[in-house]
């Protein structure tokens, strides 16, 4: 399936695969976008546009972690979800039962997986994004393909905007 990654660099990233993760809302490694979701994304934002590029991708479904449904959000958050918060947190932890904050162990979701990357295709849950436990989800703006390893994925082509 075909993504796009929007840069101001003509050339393609020389990708280091794989990519080291750790615990973080969203994993390191190539943001691809599902379409012109991005660029929908940013101009709804009045977001400042700074790319140059854009850069087609295939990128092999088979080899990451695809996310469709609610059901496949609740059951990976499940999964690889982690509690953080600072001591004011565990308070309110304490006091509500709910941590503040939630992200995601990206080097395990990627050691245990076996997977090159996520994609999340519907990041507007909206009963999701009301909850305090999906921080990390809340961080994904638009539907997207994050890549931490090259092998599932193969520049087709580059064009100016």
């Not at 280091?16 to 101009?43: D, F, M, N």
């Not at 509690?83 to 941590?99: C, F, H, I, S, Y």
């Not at 997977?115 to 507007?124: L, P, S, T, V, W």
Request: charged share 25%; aromatic share 14%.
């Amino acid at each position: 399936m075909r993504f796009s990654h929007f840069t101001n660099k003509k050339k393609a990233i020389k990708f280091v695969t794989p990519h080291a993760q750790r615990l973080h809302w969203k994993p390191i490694g190539l943001w691809l976008s599902c379409g012109s979701e991005w660029i929908k994304y940013v101009k709804r934002e009045g977001l400042p546009w700074r790319y140059a590029y854009k850069h087609m991708y295939n990128v092999d479904l088979k080899k990451i972690i695809c996310l469709r449904t609610k059901q496949d959000i609740q059951e990976f958050h499940e999964k690889y979800a982690v509690a953080l918060g600072n001591p004011w947190d565990r308070v309110l932890e304490w006091l509500t039962g709910k941590p503040r904050t939630w992200v995601i162990d990206w080097n395990r979701v990627r050691t245990e997986s076996g997977k090159c990357g996520i994609h999340i295709q519907n990041a507007r849950f909206e009963d999701l994004l009301l909850k305090k436990e999906y921080t990390w989800y809340y961080t994904v703006n638009v539907c997207s393909v994050c890549v931490w390893s090259s092998d599932c994925l193969r520049l087709v082509e580059v064009s100016k905007l």
